[in-house]
C-alpha cells in the first residue's frame, strides 16, 4: 500500500512540475525552429528561398541594401494560381527589383520544390558562379530545417561558407505559441517536417 502511495505521489508531483514548467518548455519547444547567425558577415551571395511569406524578400533586401552581398539568388516553385500560373521565384524578383535591387543582381533559381532542391540547385548556382560564401534568408520557423539541409548538402564542399539569417514572420511569436491557431499549426507542420526530412534526407 505505501509503494503505491509512492507511486502516485511521484506522479502527481511530476503533472505538477510539467504544469508549472509548462510556459517554459512549450516555448523552447518553438524556438528550437528559429536559428541565425548573430554576427553576419558579408557573402558573395544571399540565398532567398522560395514559397514563404513576404518577410523572406524583405529581409534579403535589407541584407543587399547593408553591403552583405552583391549578388541574390532567389529559389522558388511553381504556382498554380485561379487563371494564372507563375514561380515564386518571378514574383519575389519583382518585389526585389520594385525595393530599389537591380535585376541584375538577382540569380533566378526556378526549379527546386521543397527545401532540399533548394540546397541542392543553390549548390550548383554557387559552383558555376565561383561563390565562396552565402547568407541564407528564410523564415525564422524555417532556419533549423534549412539549415540541416542546407549543410547537408553542403558537407562536401569545405571552401563554402554558409551563414543564415531568419526572417521575422509576424504570424510566429515564440510566446504563448500554442494560444494562437496560426502558431500552432505552423510549429506542428514544421517539427512534423524536419522528422520527415531528417528520415528522407539525413540518416
Known amino acids: ?112 520544390s521543397s527545401t532540399y532542391e533548394d540546397a541542392v540547385y543553390v549548390k550548383e548556382d554557387m559552383l558555376s558562379g565561383n561563390f565562396k560564401s552565402a547568407i541564407v534568408v528564410s523564415s525564422n520557423y524555417h532556419t533549423r530545417r534549412a539549415k540541416v539541409i542546407f549543410k547537408k548538402v553542403f558537407r562536401d564542399q569545405k571552401d563554402i561558407s554558409l551563414q543564415f539569417s531568419p526572417a521575422d514572420y509576424k504570424y510566429f511569436q515564440t510566446r504563448e505559441w500554442w494560444t494562437r491557431e496560426k502558431e500552432l499549426v505552423t510549429v506542428v507542420n514544421e517539427y512534423c517536417k524536419l522528422i520527415f526530412y531528417f528520415f528522407k534526407y539525413i540518416i
Request: avoid cysteine; charge should be neutral.
Open 1 to 112: 500500500m505505501k509503494k503505491r502511495y509512492t507511486v502516485i505521489s511521484t506522479i502527481l508531483v511530476l503533472l505538477f512540475i510539467i504544469f508549472a514548467t509548462h510556459t517554459l518548455w512549450l516555448e523552447a519547444i518553438a524556438k528550437f525552429l528559429v536559428v541565425g547567425d548573430g554576427d553576419i558577415s558579408r557573402a558573395d551571395a544571399i540565398v532567398i528561398l522560395g514559397s514563404g511569406g513576404p518577410e523572406r524578400v524583405e529581409r534579403g533586401v535589407e541584407l543587399y541594401k547593408s553591403g552583405y552581398g552583391a549578388k541574390i539568388i532567389i529559389t522558388g516553385e511553381e504556382l498554380n494560381l485561379p487563371g494564372f500560373r507563375i514561380n515564386w521565384s518571378q514574383l519575389a524578383m519583382r518585389e526585389a527589383v520594385a525595393s530599389g535591387v537591380p535585376q541584375k543582381a538577382i540569380i533566378l533559381e526556378e526549379r527546386p
